[in-house]
């Protein structure tokens, strides 16, 4: 089974500033999706990136990036430029790509939570 | 265009009674998903579902039922709830028939917070 670990309980950052969220997984699979999710008081769970391991090519969003190191198995998200709207908790999660027996479901991480200083 | 919705948002049950949550997608979604969430262990993994009528265990499954009679609906069941299950529960959905780029993507709702005393 796929496992995800996010290290970092909670990180901070001041507004304007660069901050980097770590994440690492394990799987011995070679095909499969990773995504960060957003979750801020609201509760409302926010797509914020999605990387295909298959491709080389970092993602970006925006002001968010990913660092997708696959022989490392770790995908870290950058957000630059840091909002105050940018605290939250933040989701690492993966997804097979095993064909039509993974029927998209995620294995998410524990979350860090987010705190920008103004 | 609604999304996903979630009823109720908030519920407090006593030991042993039974309740249902509902969740609605909008987006013609093939999967749906139940999960719930616990302080410093993310997301996981209820049940789901792959289509009308089909239904699957997660990682987490022990206490819960789930039916999935149309499409657009998937109902999580508790039928003798316990403080163990104390959570906030998420329903998400994914994987439209109609394609488009990442429907592998999903789309969760507001999420339900449940006490159980």
């Known amino acids: 089974a796929q496992t995800v670990t996010q290290s970092q309980p909670e990180m901070s950052v001041q507004e304007a500033e660069t901050v980097t969220l770590s994440c690492t997984y394990d799987?011995?699979?070679?095909?499969?999706?990773l995504f960060w999710y957003k979750q801020p008081p609201s509760r409302q769970m926010i797509l914020v990136i999605r990387?295909?391991?298959?491709?080389?090519q970092n993602a970006t969003e925006n002001r968010f990036s990913v660092n997708f190191q696959k022989a490392a198995k770790s995908f870290s998200l950058k957000i630059s430029d840091s909002q105050l709207g940018d605290a939250a908790m933040y989701f690492c999660?993966?997804?097979?790509?095993?064909?039509?027996?993974?029927?998209?479901?995620?294995?998410f991480g524990q979350g860090t939570i987010l705190t920008v200083h103004p | 265009n609604a999304g996903v919705t979630q009823t109720p948002k908030f519920r407090v049950l006593k030991t042993g009674q039974s309740m249902t949550l509902l969740c609605a997608q909008d987006?013609?979604?093939?999967?749906m998903y139940w999960y719930r969430q616990d302080p410093g262990m993310g997301l996981r993994l209820i049940h789901y579902?792959?289509?009308?009528?089909?239904?699957a265990k997660g990682e987490v499954p022990d206490g819960y039922n789930v039916s999935r009679l149309k499409k657009q609906n998937f109902l999580l069941g508790l039928e003798s709830a316990a403080p163990s299950q104390t959570s906030v529960y998420f329903c998400?959905?994914?994987?439209?028939?109609?394609?488009?780029?990442?429907?592998?993507?999903?789309?969760f709702g507001p999420g339900t917070r449940l006490t159980v005393l």
């Open positions: 998400a959905s994914s994987y439209p028939l109609s394609g488009g780029a990442n429907t592998d993507t999903q789309y």
């Open positions: 579902s792959v289509g009308e009528g089909t239904t």
């Open positions: 987006m013609n979604h093939e999967y």
């Open positions: 999660a993966y997804r097979s790509g095993a064909g039509g027996t993974s029927y998209g479901k995620l294995t």
């Open positions: 990387q295909e391991a298959y491709k080389q």
């Open positions: 799987t011995s699979e070679s095909d499969y999706y």
